[in-house]
């Protein structure tokens, strides 16, 4: 059973289209996180959802949206695909928002190509 | 600030070799570190991390890293590289529990036979 699913695992579309990466996880934690890699494989925080709460929300443009309609679940929403959004989408979850000793667990990412 | 600074974006060794991969950090207060390693095409696998306690931490496949705070170091080690270890490897920080884990840049490592 895979502990942190994604899906898609590949996004190919065209620039102007609107799409969403779904995110679950099944290990009970209270905090999931979007990251976003990219070419140079660096890996930068985008959204932190704390039991279906926002916490983090960093300087990504307002056409991300994410959404966690329970704390199993945190999707991602992107609209209005630009060329520079292509990269891997990455979701992790961790135990809890405090519990910053246990560390993350990762999906096995979304590769989102735009053209 | 917490910020993580890996000393190298690629090193490669032959086969057998000792893998030694660099990592500094920097925190305000005595942070969470951890080596996250990534396959291609795969998401993060947790490696090893340090918390409190002995600064010596023992990972998977045969991996450790010593924290020494002195030096604001976490540098990864393997005595002997094997060719499944090849992958990308990242250096991340925790400095409080609000804060998302920052990465380093990564650092890809090639085994040579």
């Known amino acids: 059973d895979t502990a942190v699913s994604q899906t898609p695992k590949y996004l190919v579309t065209q620039m102007g289209n609107d799409k969403s990466i779904k995110c679950e996880q099944n290990?009970?934690?209270?905090?999931m996180y979007w990251y976003k890699q990219d070419s140079k494989k660096f890996l930068k925080i985008m959204f932190s959802?704390?039991?279906?709460?926002?916490?983090i929300n960093e300087t990504v443009p307002n056409r991300f949206s994410p959404k966690s309609p329970d704390k199993a679940h945190l999707n991602l929403h992107i609209n209005s695909l630009e060329l520079g959004d292509s990269a891997v989408y990455f979701c992790?979850?961790?135990?809890?928002?405090?519990?910053?000793?246990?560390?993350?667990?990762f999906g096995s990412g979304t590769r989102l190509t735009v053209v | 600030a917490q910020s993580v600074t890996q000393l190298g974006s690629h090193v490669s060794v032959s086969e057998g070799a000792l893998v030694l991969l660099r990592c500094n950090y920097s925190?305000?207060?005595?942070?969470?570190l951890f080596w996250y390693v990534q396959y291609p095409n795969q998401g993060l696998q947790l490696l090893l991390k340090?918390?409190?306690?002995?600064?010596l931490v023992k990972g998977i496949n045969g991996f450790e890293a010593e924290f020494k705070k002195s030096e604001t170091s976490f540098h990864l080690t393997k005595p002997s590289a094997h060719m499944s270890d090849a992958a990308e490897y990242f250096c991340?920080?925790?400095?409080?529990?609000?804060?998302?884990?920052?990465f380093g840049k990564g650092t890809r490592l090639s085994v040579i036979a």
């Open positions: 992790a979850s961790s135990q809890d928002v405090a519990q910053r000793g246990y560390g993350y667990t």
């Open positions: 290990l009970g934690h209270d905090t």
């Open positions: 959802y704390n039991n279906k709460e926002l916490i």
């Open positions: 925190s305000s207060v005595p942070p969470y």
């Open positions: 340090y918390t409190t306690g002995a600064t």
């Open positions: 991340a920080v925790s400095d409080s529990g609000n804060t998302p884990l920052v």
